[in-house]
């Protein structure tokens, strides 16, 4: 169309943008930020109340620009009135960032609101601000929710409720339960796909029973007295747990042996996974006396596992070892070395056990590398049970003296060592950096 043509229908039609059929006004409206959205209604009388159907409402306040000369009094009034004047479905309500809210009915209010309106997504982010913050009765209500996302509020154990059936995915960053737990929320919700947990610290039991369960991902700190267990998960996929046990030293670290092995409570439903992260010291969890030399069950589809290790804790390394063991698969692995100043004596050797082999391992990366001798130990281990390999990286430690008794070596001194250790695959390449560059011989 040429410009004198489109000047000319321009002129014929009037205003394009305002004669545009509602659905794509309104999807128009809703890639606006909300502020400039309701704003619209001052273009014309055609426009006054365009804004008050639009189903996803955002107020994001983690952006320095959204905190300049901010009343947060004014923006709790703002909030309350696109609430109280808007009309049809919400499908979608954040409210994140930095907002001080002196009165948490406001917060309460606009829940009930929701729960009257159809929300699906629901994110309630206002960092450490409202920590205290107890979520309503109404909040369960909620039943359309499909995304779920709270942070630093508390959920108190509801008089009625009976599930969420049809969330889909579940975020909590640092929400507290009271006369409730993960496992009561969590098993309320049939569907649940994704499930991830922010600042874990909890001294009740943490179980876990989700049938549709995709990935999980959960970080934080847990007591040694508790009971960490994944019930019916048969379709996790990918599960990240980044741990830290309080009390391992304890001498009440005994208090379940036998048949409901720590082990079998968390790996022994995963036989479908493909991606497993394990960090902190989350591996000595399992660690009583004895550490098998692979799992009962089998993880065939896990095609990629990050470990981290203190390669000076003997059970710690059997029980990685008893992770790999377990994934004949396996195609990409990586370790993160954990810097212990205590050796251990009496340290069995790295290859002991049965014999087996990584027939598709092939990439390794090995960072925190300190070239102690347990960590030489465990690269020629790999090496010899890697017919396939094309490449392992490693990152030196940006400190590797710390351990004591230790004599570093660096540069082409510890590349020359690593080039030493025989290959089983003929296209295995070792790559050794420092300080995050590569080292080769002569340069």
């Not at 209604?41 to 620009?65: A, V």
């Not at 479905?89 to 929701?114: A, H, R, V």
Request: glycine share 4%; proline share 5%; hydrophobic share 40%.
């Amino acid at each position: 169309m040429s410009l004198s043509k489109l000047k000319l229908d321009l002129s014929l039609n009037g205003d394009i943008i305002s004669n545009m059929p509602p659905n794509i006004m309104e999807t128009i409206l809703s890639r606006l930020p909300i502020k400039e959205a309701v704003r619209t209604c001052i273009l014309s009388k055609k426009w006054r109340y365009n804004w008050i159907t639009i189903p996803e409402l955002i107020f994001d306040f983690t952006l320095r620009k959204a905190m300049r000369n901010r009343n947060d009094d004014n923006v709790v009034k703002f909030i309350d009135d696109v609430l109280s004047l808007h009309r049809g479905p919400i499908c979608k309500f954040e409210l994140s960032g930095n907002l001080c809210i002196q009165d948490t009915g406001y917060i309460d209010k606009w829940i009930l609101c929701l729960s009257r309106n159809d929300i699906q997504e629901f994110i309630l982010c206002l960092q450490p601000l409202l920590r205290d913050y107890e979520l309503p009765s109404c909040f369960y209500s909620c039943e359309l929710l499909t995304h779920l996302h709270l942070s630093y509020c508390t959920l108190q154990r509801p008089p009625l409720f009976s599930s969420f059936n049809f969330l889909k995915s579940l975020l909590l960053y640092k929400v507290e339960f009271v006369g409730f737990t993960y496992e009561n929320l969590v098993s309320r919700c049939p569907i649940l796909e994704r499930l991830k947990i922010e600042g874990l610290a909890s001294y009740a039991d943490f179980i876990i029973y989700a049938p549709k369960l995709k990935s999980l991902v959960v970080n934080g700190f847990f007591e040694v007295t508790q009971n960490i267990c994944l019930k019916n998960t048969p379709l996790l996929e990918c599960v990240s747990l980044n741990l830290h046990c309080c009390g391992l030293n304890s001498k009440r670290l005994n208090h379940r042996e036998g048949e409901n092995s720590r082990l079998i409570n968390v790996f022994g439903c995963l036989d479908g996974v493909e991606k497993l992260a394990v960090r902190g010291n989350f591996l000595k969890f399992f660690v009583v006396d004895f550490v098998p030399t692979k799992l009962p069950n089998t993880f065939y589809h896990m095609k990629s596992l990050e470990l981290q290790i203190c390669f000076n804790d003997v059970l710690m390394v059997a029980t990685a070892l008893c992770l790999i063991r377990s994934a004949p698969n396996l195609q990409e692995l990586k370790i993160d070395a954990i810097i212990h100043t205590k050796i251990q004596p009496q340290f069995p050797e790295i290859g002991d056990g049965p014999e087996f082999s990584l027939n598709q391992l092939r990439n390794v990366k090995i960072n925190s590398f300190g070239g102690w001798r347990r960590q030489l130990e465990f690269v020629e281990f790999l090496l010899s049970i890697t017919p396939v390999l094309e490449k392992m990286s490693i990152y030196s430690h940006k400190d590797p003296t710390i351990a004591e008794g230790y004599d570093p070596m660096h540069g082409e001194m510890m590349l020359e060592v690593l080039m030493q250790f025989p290959r089983v695959s003929p296209k295995a390449k070792i790559e050794y950096f420092e300080a995050g560059r590569l080292v080769e011989f002569g340069k």
